[in-house]
């Protein structure tokens, strides 16, 4: 599966972007899905993670409350919705996918998009 991530730009504290991840291929709906994120100068981190079906989903504590991923079947898309951005969001961000149970760990996703930056000015 090849994945497309889109959405990410320049946005003020407070404000909002919805991350999009295209996925090609007609098994779209066998895979479990994730966004991760890498600041500069630091290691890359879970962000969030949604199951194949859509009815299990999991996130980094620090954006509980504040980001939403769902998906969309019908567009083979995954997406992550971001609110109440903060500047420590600042980060390229990249949607994962695999096989199997979701996971926070980044090494057991198969594929990867390339990554949109996120920028959240103070």
């Known amino acids: 599966v090849q994945l497309q991530a889109s959405g990410g730009g320049l946005v003020e504290a407070g404000g909002s972007l919805r991350l999009s991840c295209a996925a090609s291929g007609r098994t779209f709906g066998s895979y479990e899905m994730g966004w991760f994120r890498q600041a500069p100068g630091k290691e890359r981190e879970f962000v969030a993670a949604?199951?194949?079906?859509?009815?299990?989903?999991r996130y980094l504590d620090s954006v509980k409350g504040r980001f939403t991923i769902f998906r969309e079947y019908a567009r083979n898309t995954v997406y992550l919705q971001m609110n109440s951005l903060k500047p420590e969001d600042t980060a390229v961000y990249y949607c994962?996918?695999?096989?199997?149970?979701?996971?926070?760990?980044?090494?057991?996703?198969?594929?990867w998009g390339q990554g949109t930056q996120v920028t959240v000015s103070s």
């Open positions: 994962a996918a695999r096989v199997g149970a979701t996971t926070v760990i980044g090494t057991r996703y198969d594929y």
């Open positions: 949604i199951n194949w079906s859509g009815g299990s989903t």
